[in-house]
């Protein structure tokens, strides 16, 4: 069976310092990856959804950037945080390569809470 | 514009009473409809979606949904509440304008008491 690890849970960092979260999936392969944030326990952003390896596109302009090194391993960094990017962020996969078909759902990892102080 | 709303930030049920969870939509094409739930401190959990045929669709946990194209609603509906069903609820669109985006509403928390 498939499944999709993300961590560390929680992360407190200074405002400045980098920033990596490490997500994987397995089980799988040539998985569409996505990174979301969601503020206040509320509302989904995306912020970068990835269909292959070295293909990222990115949503929203921001401090942060994402990579996929290997099929099934998307991380999300950042040179310098920033106090904005505090939140709660969300790997996701959905197993359709290519496209995110009408009849396609997305798989959730546990979540990284991020402070930055 | 392309969206999708949860009218409500709360809801409140007594547990063994039926409960609803709105979510109304506007988007161009035919809309592709999701639900989804999350636990506290939790990633997201796919419920039930509506792509096509039958209105009333049924998912996880015994809830289903009701599409209903005319008020553009995708209620969320369970004959009788649990405890364990309080959660923060998704409702989700995808967006025609894109292969990848779906639009999320901003999510409705239900509380079910004893």
């Known amino acids: 069976s498939q499944t999709i690890h993300q961590w560390p849970a929680t992360l407190v960092q200074p405002v400045g310092s980098p920033l990596s979260l490490e997500c994987t999936v397995e089980?799988?392969?040539?998985?569409?990856l996505y990174w979301y944030r969601q503020a206040a326990g509320r509302g989904l952003q995306l912020l970068f959804y990835s269909v292959g390896i070295g293909q990222i596109s990115s949503e929203v302009p921001q401090n942060l950037s994402a990579s996929r090194p290997q099929d099934r391993q998307f991380i999300l960094s950042s040179k310098k945080l920033l106090l904005s990017d505090s939140g709660f962020y969300l790997c996701a996969w959905s197993p359709l390569h290519g496209s995110l078909a009408t009849n396609e759902k997305l798989f959730f990892g546990s979540g990284t809470q991020l402070s930055v102080l | 514009a392309q969206s999708v709303a949860q009218p409500e930030d709360q809801v409140n049920v007594a547990e063994g009473n039926p409960l609803t969870v709105k979510c109304t939509y506007s988007v161009s094409g035919n809309p592709y409809l999701f639900w989804y739930v999350q636990y506290p401190n939790r990633g997201l959990q796919f419920l039930l979606k509506y792509i096509t045929g039958d209105n009333l669709v049924k998912g996880s946990y015994g809830f289903e949904a009701e599409f209903n194209k005319s008020q553009t609603s995708f209620h969320l509906k369970k004959p009788s509440a649990l405890v364990s069903d309080s959660a923060l609820y998704f409702c989700?669109?995808?967006?025609?304008?894109?292969?990848?985006?779906?639009?999320w509403g901003a999510g409705t928390k239900l509380i079910i008491k004893p």
């Open positions: 089980g799988t392969s040539n998985p569409n």
């Open positions: 989700a669109v995808r967006s025609s304008g894109s292969n990848y985006q779906l639009i």
